[in-house]
């Protein structure tokens, strides 16, 4: 599997950091980051880098082929931008390609309390298949560290996009 995760803004990057770190080797990272998230560049998983500014890498193209698009965290900067069909950066454009590819593209919304302007982004983007997905605890996990939620939630990002994991237990298990 080819995967595009893009990390915008500075909140949420320990999340995406783990979201990479825990990923089996059977899957390909390409990694987009801005300018406040280049500290995620020292994962040794990441094999491929490229910047916001790169407007003419590989995943701006919708022959490149990649499988899905995960923005983690996801700024609602970010999350306008694509909703609106803004392609000023290589996020915003590759986000652009999956859409008209219609290829699966995932959302991790980071923001707190949500305006309705930001809702109603959302919307739209769900009703063109967009997964929103916003790093929420499940108490029902009953996480007793911060490892622990953070585990979960990148199992339930991993369940979003079919990838085999043991990162909690299941409800039932």
Same mark, same amino acid.
């Given at each position: 599997?080819?995967?595009? $995760? ?20 059977? $899957? ?11 500290? $995620? ?41 694509i ?13 652009? $390609? ?8 995932i ?14 982004n959302?919307? @739209? ?40 994991? @043991?990162?909690? @237990?299941?409800?039932g298990?």
């Open positions: 599997m080819r995967l595009i $995760v893009a990390i915008s803004g500075a909140s949420g990057i320990e999340l995406a950091k783990r979201f990479l770190e825990h990923l089996p080797n059977s $899957v390909e990272p390409i990694v987009i980051v801005s300018d406040s998230a280049k500290v $995620v560049m020292k994962s040794e998983k990441i094999k491929e880098i490229k910047y916001d500014k790169d407007i003419a890498a590989n995943v701006a193209s919708g022959s490149y082929k990649c499988d899905a698009m995960i923005v983690l965290p996801c700024s609602t900067n970010t999350l306008a931008k909703a609106c069909g803004i392609a000023d950066n290589l996020t915003t454009r590759a986000a652009s $390609v999956m859409l008209k590819e219609r290829r699966k593209l959302l991790s919304v980071r923001e707190m309390p949500l305006s309705t302007i930001a809702l109603e959302m919307v @739209k983007l769900s009703t063109l298949n967009v997964i929103i997905a916003p790093p929420i605890v499940a108490y029902y996990s009953k996480p007793k560290s911060l490892e622990e939620m953070e585990r979960f939630l990148v199992g339930k990002l991993y369940d979003l996009l079919d990838i085999e994991h @043991k990162l909690f @237990k299941r409800w298990e």
